[in-house]
Each structure stands twice: as C-alpha cells, then as structure tokens.
C-alpha cells in the first residue's frame, strides 16, 4: 500500500512483545508478518532473540515472500556494560549478522538494554565502542547498522546529553542513527528538532506516539508531530525505513489490533496529508 514516497512503512515486532511480557505471542513471528501484511505495511522488523517459529534465513525468507513483506531490519537488544562484548554478547551479535546476511538491505538495529544511570561516563563510552565494533563486523559482512536509542528511566540513551555523548560518538562511516520519536519526546527533546540536528545519521526511523500519561499513546492519539516530521523526511528525500513501534496501553490487550490499526492510521489520515 506504499504509495510514490521514497520510504516505506513497517511494523515493528515489540508491539506484540508488550502483551504478558511476550509471552502470549512467543513463538509467533509467521503470525506478526501475516498480520503486518493485512495492515498493509510493506516491511517487519522482528527482535532478535523473540523470532521463534522462523529461525532460519530459508523458512523466515518463505513466510515473507508468501505475505509480499520485506524483512526491514532485525533489532539486536543487549545489555553492552562493559568495556568489550561478554562472549554470549558477542555470540548472539554474530548470530544476527549470519542472519542479516541472507536478506541484503535489512538494517541491523543496535539496543540497549535499560539497566540503570548509574556510572554514566563509564558506561556511555563502553557502549559506544561495543556498538561502533559490532556495527564494523557487520558492515564488513555486507549488513547496514543502525542504533536506537530508548528512553525508560533506567536507560543510559534517554536525554538530550545522553545524545550528545552517545550519538556523536558513534563512528559514523559504520553506524546511522534510528530517530524513535516517541523515545525523543519522552526524554524531554523535541523530535524534529534532534532529528535536523543529526539528519545525516538517520538510516531509519520509528514512528510511536506519547501522551505523557504517563508516556505512550496509540499511534495517531498523542503529542507527536508527525504530519511535520513525515514532511520533513519527505523535503530530505529520505529513503529508508518508516517502522511503527507502537506501544500505546491498547497494546498490552490487542496486539495484532493494534497493528491494523496504525496500517489504518498511516495510510488514510497521515500520508493523505503529506505533499510529495
């Protein structure tokens, strides 16, 4: 359903990590790309390690060709607390490098675990180097990178000079940027503002709205400019990944509804308002 923009939409996989803490849908990557398909988006971005029922290239590869859905990215969500990858750290990475390599074009999407503030100088640079060598590793095996900065209260990625130490670390021939405006305005900036800031990091791009109620609204009924910011995207020619992690409450019950909804949303209210 993507139309002549130069981006395209995506759904990403946590939506349905919310419901039990994962638990109910565990295992069920194959009906997160049906339904991802049914709300028209043209791409998924799964969690590495929650993948479940398509663990390798081959079958995962057939379920998306049956939906007509592209494998966008896959987010890699580690703890990276030390000045160098632990071996299981460093395992799992590589695992998710061998996986990207069969799907060329798909980002490997760098997280965080939250943990705690504590020891931050320490812990912001070991970040930035395990993300930079991980990133180098991929990008020699042909797989793009990206890193995603989130915005709980224990995170290390969640203010405006977490950003500044963090993002401007980054070495930037090997790592881009995934401006996740719900995570930017949640941390107290303004995601336009951030993402103009460093424009020539952005590689993709979340889309999940916030009401400060105390943080995130279903897609389309927060505080998230994102008629502005699509806008922008637009005027810069961006050309990658549009993924919607949506993590408003309705989540929690309704997963796949969910979904179909912000499909919904981005088709018939907020890409009729854009000029191209």
Known sequence: MDSS???????????????????THANRLGHMIDITAQAGFAGIEPIFNWMGDLPDPDSLGVKLTEQGVELAAIALALDWNNPDETEQEKYEADRAIALLKHFPGALLCTVQKPTGRHDLET????????????????VDQGVPCTFHPNSPHSSITRTEEDYRVIIESLDASVTGWTPDVGHLINGGMDPLTKMKEYAS?????????????????????????????????VEQQ???????????????????????????????????GIKE
């Open 5 to 23: 923009f130069p981006f395209r939409f995506g759904a990403e996989a946590y939506t349905w990590f919310m419901n039990n803490n994962g638990q």
């Open 201 to 233: 990091l952005i590689n993709l791009v979340h889309y999940k709205d916030w009401n400060g109620e105390p943080e995130f609204a279903l897609l389309g009924n927060g505080k998230v400019d994102f008629v502005g910011i699509t806008q922008w995207l």
């Open 123 to 138: 812990r912001r640079r070991n970040l930035v180097n395990i993300v930079n060598r991980v990133s180098r590793r991929a």
């Open 238 to 272: 961006y050309s990658g990944w549009i993924i919607c992690e949506d993590e408003g409450p309705e989540a929690m019950d309704d997963p796949d509804g969910v979904t179909l909804h912000d499909g919904r949303w981005v088709y018939e209210t907020l890409l009729p």
